[in-house]
T-cell receptor, first 115, second 114 residues
């Protein structure tokens, strides 16, 4: 089955700096890669996603890049703010295949943005 | 519109007991999936239901089971509880099955097994 590795497990940055979180996946059939943000004590929420027919997607300060050949994708947050502090999860799924909606998540990255 | 609702939010059980957790998806969402969240293992897929049928199952023992009703509400059951079952159980709903797109998570049911 699919395996998703996420690094780093913790990331500490100063406000205004950039943050990068990287994930690798094992199943070449995976074609949908969402990122979820989970604030302390709250539910995970989708912040951005990318499909395998796209190499990069951007939404304001957040961007995701995908390298299908290397089987890795990354989340980039620019101009970080204290409210960006949370746990970030990457995930992979094979849309349209027999895995249906199953997401395989990475282990999570605890991002701390210091004012 | 109302989000995904999970009940109970917190519960404490002892080893050997069984527990049933409930999930009401967003109105109109027909796909419901369940995840177990623990500090050591992250978010792990349990199962997914669509139109009252289990469409996919994760690598959990048979003590973990679930079902979906005709109104899309879902329940999951864990029998013969073990200490390692202590976790946050998250339910998520989505509009359609297997097309990618956003999963809307509930706030979870936090289970403590003593």
């Amino acid at each position: 089955g699919e395996n998703v590795e996420q690094h780093p497990s913790t990331l500490s940055v100063q406000e205004g700096d950039s943050a990068v979180i990287k994930c690798t996946y094992s199943d070449s059939a995976s074609n949908y890669f969402p990122w979820y943000k989970q604030e302390l004590g709250k539910r995970p929420q989708l912040i951005i996603d990318i499909r395998s027919n796209v190499g990069e997607k951007k939404d304001q300060r957040i961007a995701v890049t995908l390298n299908k050949t290397a089987k890795h994708f990354s989340l980039h947050i620019t101009e970080t703010q204290p409210e960006d502090s949370a746990v970030y999860f990457c995930a992979a799924s094979s849309v349209g295949g027999t895995s249906y909606g199953k997401l395989t998540f990475g282990q999570g990255t605890i991002l701390t943005v210091h004012p | 519109k109302a989000g995904v609702t999970q009940t109970p939010r917190y519960l404490i059980k002892t080893r050997g007991q069984q527990v049933t957790l409930s999930c009401s998806p967003i109105s109109g969402h027909r796909s419901v999936s369940w995840y177990q969240q623990t500090p050591g293992q992250g978010l792990q897929f349990l199962f997914e239901y669509f139109s009252e049928t289990q469409r996919n199952k994760g690598n959990f023992p048979g003590r973990f089971s679930g079902r979906q009703f005709s109104n899309s509400r879902s329940e999951m059951n864990v029998s013969t509880l073990e200490l390692g079952d202590s976790a946050l159980y998250l339910c998520a709903s989505s509009l359609v099955l297997g097309q990618g797109g956003e999963l809307f998570f509930g706030e979870g049911s936090r289970l403590t097994v003593l």
